[in-house]
């Protein structure tokens, strides 16, 4: 795809991004949500956390083909090394190395701002996902059993672990993205992953 790039989100996406998200809260327990948010709440959940966290898309001549971002993992202060990542693509791009080009450019984006660890939850079952997780180095931390009832079931979540840079000591708090977007090494980072889609 010689058109498709990684880019930083922008309001402007939320409606894709909507979309593409709407269909893992009401076509299976791949979320946990019951009603899929509008634009305008995903636009919320955007500005919520990119002071701190990269949100990025997949973008081929103005589509949304898929989305990553990094968030909170726990609000409490040792923790702050630490975020949670996810990614959803569009289903017409699925087996295109969309996730993993959005990943690869998430983590390096993370790594730079100082962050340690990236963990991710999965529903299960979904061997897809977890395979996927692990060839990108994601370890298994364990099993949330029965943790989330949907869709008239129980289901469990797998947690995953990935280191993101060495875990050296005194060390500063992870930069801001308005920080880290002035780095040097930014627009390598955010480009690391193009080169897979």
Partial sequence: MSNARIRLAVPEDAEQIAAIYARAVTESATSFEIVPPDAAEMTNRMSAIVERYPWLVADDRGTVMGYAYGSTHRARYAYQWSAEVSAYVHRDHHRKGIGRGLYESLFSILAL???????????????????????????????????????????????????LAPYDTDIPQPMTMAHARRDPAFDAALERGEQLL
Wanted: net charge neutral; glycine share 10%.
């Fill in 113 to 163: 701002q100082g962050y340690r660890t990236a963990v991710a939850g999965l529903t299960l079952p979904n061997e897809a996902s977890e395979e996927f997780h692990k060839s990108l180095g994601f370890s298994v931390i364990g099993v949330f059993h029965k943790i989330g009832y949907k869709n008239n079931a129980w289901h469990d979540t797998l947690w995953l672990e990935r280191p």
